[in-house]
């Protein structure tokens, strides 16, 4: 079949694709459901350990070693933060604030992120209420810079020095992309499954239309009417 066949059966069944294509969409728009408010804060840290006292007479290394624990640091804290330990500590903190709140340990667990670059670490929460997020956060500060010896004890009573460096800034999360192709992707399907109704439905219509299709089953045509190119009122 050659391709101007194919164009002339999609002309003929237009139709079929553009219901199926409209009706998805119609359907996808009354039946989306609304979609919760997302929020989002940043942080990013660096940290280390208090360099020892330079001693006279004694080489220190330049404090590699220091500079070094530091990197160290940052590994580690990067897993400490997404665990249950870290999340049971900030879920206290939050019940015995100024405006103490109740929060999940499993739900703080789940919505904190964490990664690393260049010896940095960077901390993200996401949370549907602005309020909580903002106090969650806060938490998350005071403890990593006031109880993170709890979690190493090889670092002694003195702890790490962390230092925020991105203070926490709320923010909307917005639409994923998941979420801006779930439409067009509906509607692409619609227009396939469409397309292949209406080639279906020439495939079983055993009507005749043109000369073509008559020499094509053996039968000699001897004339041929032209189609008619517009519709014309006949009086009598």
């Known amino acids: ?3 101007r066949q194919y164009g002339e059966i999609v002309r ?3 139709w079929l694709p553009a219901a199926l294509v409209a009706l998805v969409l119609l359907a996808s728009l009354l ?12 942080m990013r840290f660096s940290m280390g350990i208090a360099p020892e006292p330079q001693r006279p007479n004694t080489y220190n290394y330049d404090r ?9 640091l940052v590994d580690d804290f990067s897993e400490v933060v997404k665990s249950a330990a870290f999340a049971q500590a900030v879920s206290e903190r939050l019940a015995q604030g100024a405006h103490p709140i109740q929060v999940p340990v499993g739900a703080i667990q789940g919505s904190t992120r964490t990664g690393k670059l260049h010896r940095i670490l960077w901390v993200s929460i996401t949370w549907g209420d602005p309020e909580q997020l903002r106090a969650i956060a806060e938490a998350v500060v005071q403890t990593l810079q006031q109880d993170n010896a709890r979690f190493f004890a090889q670092l002694g009573a003195e702890g790490a020095q962390v230092f925020l460096l991105d203070p926490p800034s709320v923010g909307v999360v917005g639409a994923g ?12 399907l619609a227009l396939a499954a469409g397309l292949a109704l209406a080639f279906l439905g020439e ?4 009507s005749v239309r043109d000369r073509a299709e008559v020499e094509a089953m053996g039968i000699r045509v001897l004339g041929e009417l032209p189609r008619p190119r517009g519709r014309r009122l006949w009086g009598r």
Do not use: C, G, H, N
């Not at 590699?64 to 160290?72: A, G, I, K, M, P």
């Not at 495939?203 to 055993?206: C, I, N, Q, S, V």
């Open 203 to 206: 495939y079983l219509d055993t």
């Open 64 to 72: 590699y070693y220091t500079y070094l624990t530091s990197e160290y």
């Open 12 to 14: 003929r069944r237009w």
């Open 31 to 42: 039946f989306r459901p609304a979609r919760a408010p997302q929020y989002q804060v940043s």
């Open 177 to 188: 992309l998941r979420e801006k192709l779930e439409i067009p992707l509906r509607l692409a």
């Open 1 to 3: 079949m050659e391709l």
